[in-house]
């Protein structure tokens, strides 16, 4: 997981669709290759002392299978995409309890099956999220400029509508208030 | 590293010793069984909106060999032994990072050899600590009373002297100050 910190900037688009299916048809005409298929279980947590949703970060525990994946993810650099900085740690043991005892506290959940593509050095995750429908996400790292030109020429060449620049969480909160 | 919340009592008593080899003679003949030696080399950070010192709780990112272990100590519950809530964490990845990100800032940086023997259910570590000099350490898990007594008995027969309440922390905190 050990990345270079320009590698650190996440480079994503996400837009609903109608049909998973549909888009997955085209990325495998396109040669896009099959990676993997997993139940994502995120659980995300407020900060003890700053206001995340103001400062634009996310603190995730992401559960998938036996995984445990702790993210931070940075305020967002970008109005189109959803750029961001991104660290990653495989966790194993009692990092719930170690979150918790330091003062952050869950706030909300995700869960989602996603299907995860590679075409090139861009991943297409196809994602079915509970309670809120049917997501595009396409994503690279490195050079900002050059990633998201090819990000988006992705998207037309894929039919992909409006993009949705809020996140799941931003979504699912929203959705209670 | 799943345990209950009874057994993540860690209780704990320190001496500082002139010889480890006359202490690892005596713990030999009683039967102790040697585990490993091994580079602890500890890196301490503060909480981004408390003081730890005040709250007597410490953050630790323990690195030996290629392992990385993350490790919450909550404040001290007894005067004689270092009694505390403890909660651990194998990691890999960025988790250095992600703290840094979150606010949590790097402070204190301790160094040792460690030798661990097992006696049934006590640890004992030997160790070398730079700047510091040589400690017994022995520790052990879950009903408070009955640990203590266990470990305070293990300690008289090993001829341990005065107690040595302060953390490796604090000793090397102090001594700078």
Redesign the interface.
């Known amino acids: 997981?050990?990345r270079s910190l320009k590698n650190?900037l996440e480079i994503e688009i996400k837009a609903r669709v109608q049909s998973l299916q549909d888009v997955e048809k085209k990325i495998i005409e396109m040669g896009g290759i099959f990676v993997r298929e997993e139940l994502q279980e995120d659980e995300y947590f407020s900060?003890?002392?700053?206001d995340f949703a103001n400062t634009d970060?996310a603190?995730r525990l992401r559960k998938n299978g036996s995984n445990i994946i702790?993210?931070?993810k940075?305020k967002r650099i970008d109005n189109i995409t959803k750029t961001r900085?991104e660290?990653?740690?495989?966790?194993?043991?009692?990092?719930r309890?170690?979150l918790i005892?330091?003062?952050f506290s869950p706030f909300a959940n995700i869960s989602k099956t996603r299907k995860i593509y590679i075409l090139g050095d861009i991943e297409i995750s196809l994602d079915n999220v509970k309670e809120l429908g049917s997501f595009v996400e396409i994503e690279t790292h490195g050079d900002y400029k050059d990633g998201k030109e090819r990000i988006m020429d992705l998207a037309k060449k894929l039919s992909l509508g409006n993009l949705e620049k809020r996140s799941y969480l931003e979504m699912v909160v929203n959705k209670d208030g």
């Open positions: 997981v050990q650190n900060h003890p002392c700053k970060e603190l702790l993210t931070y940075g900085e660290y990653e740690a495989i966790v194993n043991g009692e990092i309890e170690i005892k330091l003062g």
